[in-house]
C-alpha cells in the first residue's frame, strides 16, 4: 500500500515534466502496475445515485466515462478509445476493445462527486452485446442517454430506450459531439420528441456549433459556461452575451412548459401565471424525471473537454438516489407468490438480499457482480442461493473500478459490488437466511437470430475449446452452444456475425485455440398456417405392464406479432386425463417442437389447445402421454400447412447524399423494405427493414457502392413469412442432408 502511493506521488510528478516521462508513465498504465487508489468510504442512502452509460455505438460513451473518471480524479491522464498510445480508455480493458475501439463488455467503476457516491456501468453500443446493456440498466436506477448531435437517434438507441422503458430507468440526454462537423443539437432534440415519443427539453444551449463551440448557456440560472484550462477542468460562469439574451428566454420559457406539462406543481403555477424561481424549476423537473415523464436534455462535447462536469451536477441533482425506485422481491413461502417492496435503508437491521447480474471469469476463478438491494453483507458472511439452495461464505468482497478490485469489508443497500467462489447464474437472488425462499424478477434476455458451427483449428486443442466454450456460455445468456447429431457439428447461436467473431477471437487470445466458423445460419422458425385437429392414440403392449395414452386437441397459429410465442392451453373437461399427466404432456409437446417438420428449424407461433384424451388405469404412464403428445404433434406436422419463418432486421443505412440512389437500389434486390429517409447536411439516412438471410456480405457491398463512405447497424425486428422460392429451397436443403444422414430420401406427402 504504501509503494502504491510512493508510485502515485512520483507518477504525479512525471506527468508535468517531459514526454519522456509521459512515455514511462503510459508503460506503467499499460502493465496495470499502475492505478489511483482510493479508500472505500460509506454514504447516506440520498448521496448515492446508480447510474449506466448507454447509447447507439460510436456516439462517445467510453469517452464521456474516461472524462468522468479523470474529473472525478479516479485517473490521472485521459485516453482515448482507439488505444492509439497503446494504454486505451480505462473502461476498455479487453485487449480486442482497444484494438477495435468498440466496448465489448460492461464496466463498472465509481466515483465521489461532491460528496456524492456515484456506482458507474460503461454499457457497449453494438446490438450484438444488447444483453450487456439489458442486464446493467436491471439493477441500474438511473441512466444517461448519449446522442451524437450529428446521427442524432439511431437504431439501437431506439433499443436502449425500450430497455430503459422495460425497467422503468428515469434517464437524462446528452447531446455529444457538438464539435463534429453537421451537429445539430436541435434535430436531436426533435428526433426525442418524435421517434423517442419524450417529453423532452434543453437545460442548456450551445455557445457556436462544430469548430466554433465554445461552451453552453444554462437555461436555469442564466449563465454561460466556459470549460477552461488544457484539460477543461477550469469552469468559468458569465453573463450570458447580449445577442443571445432573446433566445435564452424563449428556450426557458419552451423549457418550463414542457415541465409543466409533466409536473402537476409547476403546471398550476404556469396556469396561474406565476414566475416559478430556479430552485421550484429543478425541484419540478427531478420529480417529473423520476416518473419517467420528462428528459432533461445537456449539451457538450467529451471529446473536447466540454459539458462534462455539468451533466455529473445534473445527475446529482435529477437522477433517483436507491430510496427512491421500488424494488420488488416475491416471496416464495407459502402456496401464493407475494410481492413485497425491498426496504433500501443502508443497516444490516434487514435481512441481506442482492442480485447476480453479471458472471465474469477472473484470475482467480468466476468473479460475480452483485447490486445489494437490501440489508448489508459483510466479508466472511454465508450467503445463499435461493435457486440452487447452496450456500456459500464470502471469502473475498471487492468493489470494481474497470478490471482493477478494491477490497472492501462489507457492502450495504445501494452498493454494487462483486465476490469470488460464487457458482451461481446470472439473474440469481441472494440471501443470508437460508430460510428465507425469495427471488427477484429475472433479467430479459432476447434470443440468438444467427448461427454457425465452430470447431478448433487443432483438434489436440479440444480441451482448451470446451473450457472457452463454457465459461463464455456462463458469463453470456444469448452466446448458446449445442451440438448437432446430423451435421456432427459444434454450433454456436449469439446476437449477430460480430458477436460470433469475437467469441472466436477471445478463444484464440485467452485459450491459445485457434477457431474455424462455418458459414452463418440463419435462425428459422416453422409456423401453422391454419388449425388443426389432432386425435392420436399411442398403445404399446409387450407382455407386464404397457403404453396406453391418447390425445384430442386442437394446434393453431398465433398472431404474427406472437410469432416467437408458443402457447399451451389446457381445456379439460372431466377426467379422461388425470391431473398428474399434465406436465408429461407439455414436456412432449415442447420437447416436439425442438424440430419441425418442413426444414427442420424450431416451431413456434403455435397454440396447443388440449380438449380431450384417454388414460389406462394401470398402463397410462408419464413416458406414455409424452409420446402420445409427440405423436399428435406430429400428426400435425403431416396434416397442417405450415411456413416457414425467416428473422427480419431492422437496418439504419447513413450515406453521402449523392449515393442513396444507389443504396436504396441495394435495399430492393435484398428483399428490403424501406421504411423512411431523412437527409441533412449532405447526408441520408435510409430505415429500412431487410430479411437476415440476406444481409450477409452487405458491409462490402455498401463500402463498393459509396467509395467507403457508407456505414449501417442493424437489429432484430421481427419475424416474417419466407418467400416461397426460400421456403422451397430449404426444404430441398433439409432433404439432401436427410439422404446425406440416413442414406435414404424421404418422402412428402
Known amino acids: 500500500m504504501a509503494t502504491l502511493m510512493r508510485l502515485n506521488q512520483v507518477f504525479r510528478q512525471f506527468t508535468s515534466k517531459s514526454a519522456k516521462n509521459a512515455e514511462i508513465l503510459a508503460f506503467l498504465k499499460g502493465s496495470r502496475l499502475y492505478s489511483v487508489k482510493k479508500e472505500s468510504k460509506h454514504y447516506p442512502l440520498e448521496r448515492i445515485r446508480n447510474i449506466g452509460i448507454s447509447a447507439h455505438i460510436d456516439s462517445g460513451k467510453t469517452t464521456l466515462t474516461e472524462r468522468i473518471l479523470y474529473y472525478a480524479g479516479r485517473i490521472v491522464q ?88 422495460r425497467y422503468n430507468v428515469p434517464c437524462l440526454a446528452f447531446v455529444n459531439k457538438l464539435d463534429r462537423t453537421g451537429a445539430d443539437p436541435y434535430r436531436v432534440l426533435l428526433q426525442l420528441r418524435q421517434k423517442l415519443m419524450h417529453n423532452a427539453a434543453l437545460l442548456q444551449i450551445p455557445m457556436g456549433l462544430q469548430t466554433e463551440f465554445k461552451g453552453v448557456i444554462d437555461l436555469l440560472n442564466r449563465k454561460a459556461i466556459y470549460y477552461e484550462g488544457p484539460t477543461g477542468e477550469q469552469i468559468r460562469f458569465d453573463e450570458i452575451p447580449a445577442d ?256 460470433l467473431e469475437i467469441y472466436s477471437q477471445r478463444m484464440e487470445r485467452e485459450y491459445n485455440c485457434k477457431c474455424v466458423l462455418g458459414r452463418p445460419k440463419v435462425a428459422f422458425r416453422e409456423t401453422l398456417m391454419q388449425p388443426v385437429e389432432v386425435d392420436y392414440l399411442h398403445k404399446k403392449q409387450s407382455g407386464g405392464q404397457g403404453q396406453y395414452g391418447r390425445i384430442i386437441g386442437v394446434i393453431e397459429p398465433l398472431a404474427p406479432e406472437h410469432y416467437t410465442q408458443i402457447e399451451f392451453s389446457e381445456e379439460l373437461m372431466g377426467t379422461n386425463i388425470p391431473r398428474q399427466f399434465l406436465p408429461a404432456i407439455k414436456k412432449g409437446f415442447y420437447a416436439t417442437l425442438e424440430k419441425g417438420g418442413l426444414t427442420g428449424a424450431k416451431v413456434s407461433g403455435i397454440r396447443f389447445r388440449l380438449q380431450d384424451g384417454a388414460h389406462h388405469i394401470v398402463d397410462s404412464t408419464e413416458i406414455a402421454f409424452i409420446l402420445a403428445t409427440e405423436g399428435a404433434v406430429k400428426l400435425a406436422y403431416e396434416k397442417g400447412q405450415w411456413q416457414l419463418l425467416e428473422p427480419v432486421m431492422s437496418v439504419e443505412i447513413n450515406v453521402p447524399s449523392e449515393y442513396q440512389g444507389a443504396v436504396l437500389g441495394q435495399v430492393s434486390k435484398r428483399k428490403g423494405v424501406v421504411v423512411s429517409t431523412e437527409s441533412a447536411e449532405g447526408w441520408s439516412t435510409i430505415y429500412a427493414e431487410v430479411p437476415l438471410n440476406d444481409m450477409f456480405g452487405y458491409s462490402t457491398d455498401l463500402r463498393s457502392a459509396t467509395q467507403g463512405k457508407g456505414e449501417f447497424t442493424m437489429e432484430y425486428a421481427k419475424y416474417c413469412p419466407a418467400s416461397r422460392e426460400l421456403q422451397m429451397k430449404m426444404m430441398q436443403q433439409y432433404d439432401a442432408e436427410i439422404l446425406a444422414n440416413q442414406g435414404h430420401k424421404k418422402k412428402r406427402t
Open 244 to 499: 443571445r439574451r432573446t433566445e435564452v428566454e424563449a428556450k426557458r420559457l419552451e423549457l418550463i412548459e414542457c415541465v409543466s406539462n409533466a409536473d402537476e406543481q409547476l403546471g398550476e403555477m404556469f396556469l396561474a401565471e406565476k414566475k416559478p424561481n430556479e430552485k421550484e424549476i429543478m425541484a419540478a423537473i427531478r420529480r417529473s424525471c423520476l416518473k419517467r415523464t420528462f428528459t432533461p436534455v445537456l449539451l457538450g462535447s467529451a471529446l473536447k473537454n466540454k459539458g462534462v462536469q455539468t451533466l455529473l451536477d445534473a445527475v446529482l441533482d435529477y437522477l433517483p438516489d436507491p430510496s427512491e425506485v421500488d424494488n420488488f422481491a416475491i416471496d416464495e413461502t407459502g402456496e401464493e407468490k407475494k410481492k413485497f417492496r425491498m426496504n433500501p435503508i443502508r443497516t444490516d437491521e434487514n435481512p441481506f438480499l442482492g442480485l447476480a447480474f453479471k458472471l465474469e471469469a477472473g484470475r482467480f476463478g468466476q468473479l460475480t457482480y452483485v447490486r445489494v438491494y437490501q440489508g448489508a453483507m459483510k466479508k466472511g458472511d454465508v450467503i445463499y442461493n435461493t435457486r440452487t439452495k447452496k450456500k456459500t461464505k464470502v471469502s473475498r468482497l471487492v468493489r470494481m473500478h474497470s478490471e482493477e478490485m478494491e477490497d472492501v469489508t462489507e457492502v450495504y443497500a445501494g452498493d454494487i459490488c462483486a465476490l469470488f467462489g460464487v457458482d451461481c447464474a446470472s439473474g440469481d437472488t441472494f440471501v443470508t437466511k437460508s430460510e428465507m425462499h425469495l427471488s427477484m424478477e429475472s433479467i430479459y434476455v432476447p434470443d440468438p437470430v444467427i448461427s454457425m458451427s465452430i470447431k478448433p483449428a487443432n483438434n489436440k486443442d479440444l480441451d482448451q475449446f470446451s473450457k472457452g466454450l463454457n465459461r463464455f456460455v456462463r458469463e453470456d445468456p444469448t452466446f448458446r452452444i449445442h451440438y448437432d447429431n446430423e451435421s456432427k457439428e459444434t454450433i454456436a447461436s449469439g446476437m449477430g456475425e460480430l458477436h
Open 78 to 165: 485521459m485516453h482515448e478509445v482507439k488505444g492509439k498510445d497503446k494504454v486505451g480508455a480505462k473502461m476498455d480493458s479487453m485487449e480486442l476493445e482497444r484494438e477495435r475501439g468498440i466496448t465489448i463488455q460492461s464496466a463498472a467503476t465509481y466515483i465521489d462527486w461532491k460528496d456524492y457516491n456515484i456506482n458507474i456501468i460503461d454499457t457497449p453500443g453494438h446490438v450484438d452485446f444488447t444483453i450487456e446493456v439489458e442486464r446493467s440498466l436491471r439493477v441500474l436506477d438511473g441512466a444517461v442517454l448519449v446522442l451524437c448531435s450529428v446521427g442524432g437517434v439511431q437504431s439501437q438507441t431506439l433499443t436502449v430506450n425500450r430497455q430503459m422503458k
